[in-house]
């Protein structure tokens, strides 16, 4: 789990690397200069838009999903250029430049478990609700950039779709919870959940939340997102949902990464990670 929150706008960094059987794009997708697209919308709904109530302890309420969201097929808007129809998975990996330093803003401080430089900024296609590709971003630890290339590689061919991959930023942290989100995302230096000092997976870039809403985290009564309670029921499988032995969980596996859905004491279906936590 990451957060959730309103999203800006990206920039993609110059030069591009790529390892392994990984296609190259050797023209990133040019930088977005527009402002921020609004939130993706569903009859019913607007995603972002309500502040979950707070209990006594300050904590937003668990509240149950509101209908237009139970079952979920969002396309969150382009913010970087889709590839073309029928264009192969492409992907690019390349050093954090000061852009996306600024981007990234405080979601990396003094302190964290590894500097800007042992991270990487990855472009790469994925596949969406609206059965069509689009590019995303992830920023990830460098040693393990050319393995989520791979993964994303087979998430695409599979056509699993998500509904948007992209770098999280201060604004992400600092919204007020709505409960909603379902970015899928993976670099953000912050402590596991529980605790104030023991830095999570995310933070050294070795985790990765897919699709949050479809795929929530559940410990006692608590559910991120929020609202995603619907999709405790694991059954029927519904689109953007992870399940054993997908092709999402085999992918991870196969570079040997570990799924907090198989987890017992708290299920974090969404996520992922080297260390196995
Ligand atoms: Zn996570």
Not at 74 to 94: C, F, K
Request: aromatic residues 6%.
């Amino acid at each position: 789990m990451v957060s959730q929150g309103p999203a800006a706008s990206p920039t993609i960094a110059a030069d591009t690397t790529v390892t392994g059987d990984v296609a190259s794009s050797t023209a990133p997708p040019t930088p977005a200069t527009a402002p921020p697209a609004p939130a993706a919308t569903t009859p019913g709904w607007v995603l972002g838009a309500t502040p979950l109530p707070k209990g006594p302890d300050g904590t937003p309420l668990v509240l149950p999903t509101p209908p237009a969201l139970r079952d979920r097929r969002l396309t969150a808007p382009d913010r970087l250029p889709p590839p073309p129809e029928g264009a192969p998975y492409r992907s690019a990996a390349v050093p954090i430049d000061a852009v996306l330093a600024a981007r990234m803003g405080s979601t990396h401080q003094p302190g964290c478990p590894v500097p800007l430089a042992d991270l990487r900024h990855l472009t790469l296609s994925f596949w969406g609700f609206d059965g069509r590709p689009h590019t995303g971003e992830l920023v990830v630890n460098a040693k393990v950039a050319a393995d989520v290339q791979e993964v994303f590689g087979k998430l695409y061919a599979a056509r699993f779709p998500l509904e948007e991959v992209r770098v999280v930023e201060p604004g992400d942290l600092t919204a007020e919870p709505t409960g909603d989100g379902n970015t899928s995302a993976a670099f953000v230096c912050r402590p596991i959940r529980g605790s104030t000092s023991t830095p999570s997976a995310h933070s050294s870039g070795l985790a990765i939340d897919i699709n949050p809403f479809q795929n929530p985290y559940k410990k006692g009564a608590s559910v991120l997102p929020e609202l995603a309670s619907a999709y405790l029921d694991r059954s029927p499988a519904r689109p953007g949902m992870i399940t054993r032995g997908d092709v999402v969980t085999r992918a991870f596996a196969e570079i040997g990464w570990g799924w907090g859905g198989a987890w017992t004491s708290s299920t974090d279906t969404m996520h992922f990670s080297a260390n196995g936590r």
